[in-house]
């Protein structure tokens, strides 16, 4: 039950998004559409910026479901792009009312965590520290952020099945390299 109220209080919020910035929103107009009474909110979110990383992670969670490895990687990232564009609304109105620097932090760690994953399938992984698997995750992950940022930033204008090939071009075989680069 915890979840599809959680489901319910974020479909109030992106209906409230379409009418108003986020700013303009409280916990009162959120929970008086969705029906249900200010504890329950409280229950599940500290206050409406918990719900609003709540929703980006849950949105792009659901858009990498099955799409973590080295085959798919390419497939669950254009999903994400596909995902921030289905929600636009929301994300435009979410990116213009709170700093760049949120927004990365509800991206980073999924985003850390996909590349890392990636690059634990990769045939030199085993013979390179963590620490350095981490350090190249991050790097990629900065990469890939910075790119759907600036696209979100310039009002999702391209086509997200180019940027992501772009992207692939960009780095096919660099994974590898990097981790040749690491080894011990």
């Known amino acids: 039950m915890s979840q599809v109220t959680k489901r319910a209080l974020e479909q109030s919020l ?14 009162a107009d959120i929970t008086e559409d969705c029906g249900i009474n200010r504890m329950t909110f409280y229950y599940h979110f500290k206050d409406i910026y918990d719900l609003v990383e709540w929703s980006c992670m849950e949105d792009a969670r659901c858009a990498l479901e099955g799409k973590k490895t080295y085959d798919t990687w390419q497939e669950g990232l254009l999903q994400i792009f596909e995902a921030v564009l289905e929600n636009k609304p929301f994300i435009m109105n979410v990116y213009r009312c709170v700093h760049r620097e949120q927004v990365e932090r509800y991206l980073k760690p999924l985003v850390d965590k996909l590349v ?31 790119v759907m940022l600036d696209w979100v930033k310039d009002d999702m204008k391209a086509d997200p099945k180019d940027i992501v090939e772009r992207l692939m071009t960009l780095i096919r075989g660099s994974v590898s390299e990097a981790l040749k680069r690491f080894r011990y």
């Open 116 to 146: 890392f994953d990636v690059i634990n399938e990769e045939p030199d992984a085993e013979r390179v520290r963590d620490e350095d698997k981490a350090f190249i995750a991050r790097a990629y992950s900065y990469l890939f952020i910075g």
């Open 14 to 27: 992106k209906n409230l998004l379409l009418k108003k910035p986020l700013t303009k929103i409280t916990v």
